[in-house]
């Protein structure tokens, strides 16, 4: 086989083949190991010299299916933990092919309408989801960092605007250091951000107040002050070691009272606003100055999915926009150019899987999940606690427990040790998926039940494997 053009008539085939699979995939999940490292060897089969004559689409796309259905991490599934992993919901996997499908260059409205008002209507929808004010500006990003960066170059254009300076088209050089200030939740996607940014992932200030790293809060004030508000300060809504929040509302108090930018890290947390046992977590989140979170997680879309909102939506512009290339058309009222308000230039449509699961299932579909995964989580944290086995390390908040494996007669100081051999003999167990952190100096785990699939049961699975793992290394 060579040129794709001969195979013009029969381009729907290889689409088949991927259909035929997803059924009997899909519902192998619920009973599958996470991982089989036994299947490893399959991957040997995707390596090779670059072929000189393809094989044809039909029979490369047969080779991938076969290898991929058996040798991948089973992520999609309800009993990965590991990370905080949502799955992809029948209708989002479905939007997420027809993204595929439909293949637009989604960074102009001229190069696709479609993808323009698909992403408009999202960014409506999330905001309604999460309580944001209708002013708010937004835009659709490949992840969650990606969404900091959007958010903090803004933050950085307002802060350099506050010393006279254009960073957009003059740079950094002649500035200070942009003071960014946040507890010590803060997490390390923020701190890449700012290195891409120029800003300095290590410049980034922490006010904790204890070893979980809870906000300072007059710590902060102080530094503020000192600063004379020409600051960013940031608030952290789930963390992803135990799923402790900053006081958002608070921490908006304080930028109100200096002048202060306030960005808000919502990756997972700010679905805390769905559920009224969980909303007072993200009271405050409507005062910020730009709010991320990750669609990924516990919007259970496909990646790369993330979004970046701004309260003015004039510093999107001006911080991404007036590239000044004369084959780009300028923004007409509703026609937007979603690529002059985000770091991409060449973006897929990865409005439509968003909008194909918010239109199935609606606020209460999501705000259903939402709570059936704080139950669950719960749960777990009730198994946690009722093992004589297991220590409980913090109180489960959101979708996280945080816990380590204690038995009887190890004394403390071999007890990072075991759990850091019991993280690795449950991954290459693989029936369930979850590794360890550390936290307050402690090897834990932190398992994240997010996934649309995941039940009880399937967290009952995760302790009685612990369990029984951890007795064979004790022992």
């Known amino acids: 086989m060579s040129d794709p053009l001969d195979e013009h008539d029969v381009a729907g085939d290889p689409l088949a083949v991927v259909a035929r699979a997803a059924g009997p995939y899909l519902a192998s999940l619920p009973d599958r190991p996470v991982h089989d490292r036994s299947m490893d060897p399959l991957l040997d089969e995707l390596d090779g010299p670059l072929p000189e004559r393809g094989d044809g689409a039909v029979a490369a796309v047969e080779q991938l299916v076969r290898v991929g259905t058996r ?10 933990f590991h990370f905080v992993v949502g799955g992809s919901t029948p209708a989002a996997m479905a939007g997420d092919w027809a993204a595929s499908l439909l293949d637009q260059a989604a960074g102009l409205w001229l190069t696709s309408p479609l993808a323009a008002r698909a992403e408009t209507v ?32 803004c933050a950085r254009h307002w802060w350099a605007a506050e010393h006279g300076v254009d960073v957009a088209s003059q740079g950094l050089a002649g500035l200070p250091a942009m003071p960014v200030l946040s507890s010590g939740l803060v997490h390390v996607s923020t701190r890449k951000a700012l290195q891409i940014l120029g800003c300095g992932r290590d410049t980034v200030r922490t006010f904790a107040r204890d070893d979980a790293g809870r906000v300072d809060l007059a710590a902060m004030d102080a530094a503020l002050a000192e600063a004379g508000g020409r600051a960013v300060v940031v608030a952290n809504l789930g963390e992803v070691n135990t799923g402790d929040s900053d006081p958002v509302a608070e921490l908006a108090d304080l930028a109100e009272r200096h002048g202060a930018w306030l960005h808000v890290d919502g990756a997972f947390g700010l679905f805390a606003a769905l559920s009224p046992r969980t909303a007072h977590l993200a009271r405050g989140v409507e ?12 919007l259970n879309v496909p990646y790369e999915s993330g979004f970046s909102f701004v309260r003015d939506p004039a510093w999107l512009s001006r911080a991404f926009g007036a590239w000044g290339a004369a084959y780009l058309p300028d923004p007409d009222g509703e026609r937007v150019n979603y690529n002059m308000l985000g770091p991409e230039s060449s973006r897929r449509a990865r409005a439509l899987p968003i909008w194909a699961t918010l239109r199935a299932y609606g606020r209460d579909g999501y705000r259903e999940m939402v709570e059936r995964h704080l139950d669950v989580s719960a749960h777990l944290g009730g198994l946690v606690e009722a093992a004589p086995d297991l220590e409980l390390l913090a109180p489960v908040q959101l979708c996280i427990a945080c816990f380590r494996y204690r038995p009887e007669g190890v004394p403390e100081e071999r007890l990072d040790e075991l759990n850091a051999r019991l993280g690795e003999a449950l991954l290459a167990d693989g029936r369930v998926y ?42």
């Open 71 to 80: 040798a991948a991490t089973h992520s999609s599934g309800p009993r990965f």
């Open 122 to 153: 999202v960014l409506r929808w999330l905001k309604e989801l999460f309580g944001l004010p209708p002013g708010f500006g937004g835009v659709l990003t490949p992840s969650a960092t990606f969404a900091h960066v959007t958010g903090l170059a």
């Open 287 to 298: 005062r910020a100055d730009s709010v991320t979170a990750d669609g990924h997680k516990w």
């Open 434 to 475: 979850a590794g360890t952190t550390t936290y307050r100096g402690m090897t834990v785990f932190r398992p994240a039940p997010v996934n649309w699939r995941t039940t009880k049961a399937d967290v009952e699975r995760l302790v009685d494997v612990l369990r029984e793992l951890g007795a064979r290394l004790a022992g």
